[in-house]
Structures are given as C-alpha cells and as structure tokens.
C-alpha cells in the first residue's frame, strides 16, 4: 500500500534572521521570519508527511502559539513527524521538492540540505529531491520579499 501527502510553504524574508532550508544556514543578508527557525523547506516536509496519512498539518502538532516551538530548530518538528509516521506503520519512498527563491542561488546548497535532510530522517540522500526555482522576477517570491516551497511525498507500509 502506498500513501501520497502533499505540502507548501512560505516565509516573509526579513533583516536580522538567518535563512535557514533544509535544515543549514545560507548565507544571505535576509533570512525567514517565523514563530520557529522558519526552515519552509521543512516545514512542507512536514505537511505532506502528516498530509499522506490525514494526521493534520504542522501548526495542528506544533503550534505557533506555543513557547515550546518559539525560535525551534525545525530539524526537531521533522524527527518528531517522523516518528509520527513510523509510529503508524509506514516508511518514506521518496520526497521531491522544490524551492521558489529569487536570490540567493542554492545550487551550491542542495547536496548538504539532501545530506542534513536524509540524516534527520533516517533515509538515504537519493530519496529526497530538492529543486531550486526563481519566479522570473514575479510575485512575492520575485520580488524578494519570501520564498515558497513545495514538496511531495511517497509513503509506503513498513516490512
């Protein structure tokens, strides 16, 4: 049996935060705001994982409104989901990805983010894909004031 979830993600880009995707800091003079560290990439792992299964989504589990979450590594939300997920008898066949991210480039980042991700997870790096897009100058995304991710997710039942 398999499952498919299916999970987005944005941040406002402000100054004073660390960009934080795919669970490594990027240099940039901007970074994602949000209640935890802001890691969108991860946090739309998390959605589709919850998502293949119907279990809610992110802020359901770990809510913006807790002090318990407040500035959070999000690596500690995705071991938590993970856990979720094995707890209930399934493994992950793969994850795809992508970033919508006008600057800065990430093509020099996405091995480590492949390599942090898979470590967290308990998978092997070629399970995940992460892909790195612009908006063509349009948009929110374009115009750099936040970045948006998009992931999916294949599910299937533990031996």
């Known amino acids: 049996m398999l499952r498919i979830g299916f999970g987005y993600d944005v941040h406002k880009l402000v100054e004073n935060r660390k960009l934080i995707l795919g669970g ?9 705001l949000g209640h935890s560290d802001g890691d969108a990439l991860i ?3 998390c959605d589709a ?9 992110i802020g359901f589990h770990f809510p913006d409104s807790s002090k318990e979450f407040k500035d959070i590594d999000s690596k ?13 008898g399934w493994e992950i066949g793969n994850i795809d990805t992508t970033i919508c991210l006008e600057k800065p480039k990430l093509k020099d980042h ?4 492949q390599s942090t991700l898979a ?8 399970q995940i ?13 374009g115009t750099g ?3 948006a991710v998009y992931a999916i997710v294949l599910l299937q039942r533990s031996l």
């Not at 490594?24 to 994602?32: A, V």
């Not at 996405?110 to 983010?113: G, R």
């Open 24 to 32: 490594i800091e990027i240099p940039f003079s901007k970074g994602t």
């Open 43 to 45: 946090h739309a792992i």
């Open 49 to 57: 994982l919850l998502g293949a299964l119907s279990l809610r989504d």
């Open 76 to 88: 500690i939300l995705l071991r938590k989901t993970i856990e979720m997920i094995r707890a209930k």
């Open 110 to 113: 996405i091995s480590l983010m």
């Open 119 to 126: 470590n967290v997870m308990g998978i092997s790096p070629d």
């Open 129 to 141: 894909s992460v892909k790195a897009t612009t908006t063509e100058t349009m948009g929110f995304v």
């Open 145 to 147: 004031e936040g970045v």
